[in-house]
Every structure is written in C-alpha cells, then in structure tokens.
C-alpha cells in the first residue's frame, strides 16, 4: 500500500508560478515512475509530466518550456515546478505513482486555479 499526499496548489494570476509536492508513503516502490495528471470537469485525466527512477522525463506538449517535473528518492518526493502559468492549466493535478504490476497509485489532488 501506498499513499500519495499531494500539496502546493492555489491561486495565481496567468504568468505565475507554482511549485506541487508530492510526498510517498507506505510501501514504497521506488523503481518505478512517478508523475503528474490533471483533470479538468469534462475531460479525461490527462498526463502531465512523468518521470522514471532513472530521470527520463516526459511533458504534455502544452507544457514543454514551463513546467519542470524533479524527484527526490531519498525523500519519496517528486515535485512539479509550474511557471508562466496560463489560465488552461487550470484543474486538479493529481500524483500517480505506478505499481510494478501495471496501474498505478494515485493521491488525492490538488487544484490549480489560474485567474486573472
């Protein structure tokens, strides 16, 4: 088991920034990747960024150039750092850690609002 605590998320004015943490717990599955979703009200969950044990990295391409996804395995933590903010990244962002098995664990979400 697994429990994904997602922290960070607010209010900011379009060409903000915003940093999210994700803190793992439980047991850990540290060889396995991590990342971000986000949900928008009628829309599917849809990737964020992602990133390997190893450090590949991969970036919707509405993010590329802005958002930087990091972890730290010492800590069981990966981090999302959101800059020049645009009202369409607007939503819940949610942290996945994916099992070794296939599927994945998922927090609870924190949501981003971006507004002028």
């Known amino acids: 088991q697994v429990q994904l605590v997602e922290s960070g998320g607010g209010l900011v004015q379009p060409g903000g920034s915003l940093r999210l943490s994700c803190a793992a717990s439980?047991?850990?599955?540290?060889?396995?990747?991590m990342g971000w979703y986000r949900q928008v009200p009628g829309n599917q969950r849809e990737l964020v960024a992602r990133i390997t044990t190893g450090g590949s990295t991969n970036y919707a391409d509405s993010v590329k150039g802005r958002f930087t996804i990091s972890r730290d395995k010492a800590k069981n933590t990966v981090y999302l750092q959101m800059n020049s903010l645009k009202p369409e990244d607007t939503g819940v962002y949610y942290c996945n850690k994916e099992r070794p098995g296939g599927g994945a664990y998922w927090g609870q979400g924190t949501q981003v609002t971006v507004s002028s």
């Open positions: 439980g047991n850990i599955f540290s060889l396995n990747a």
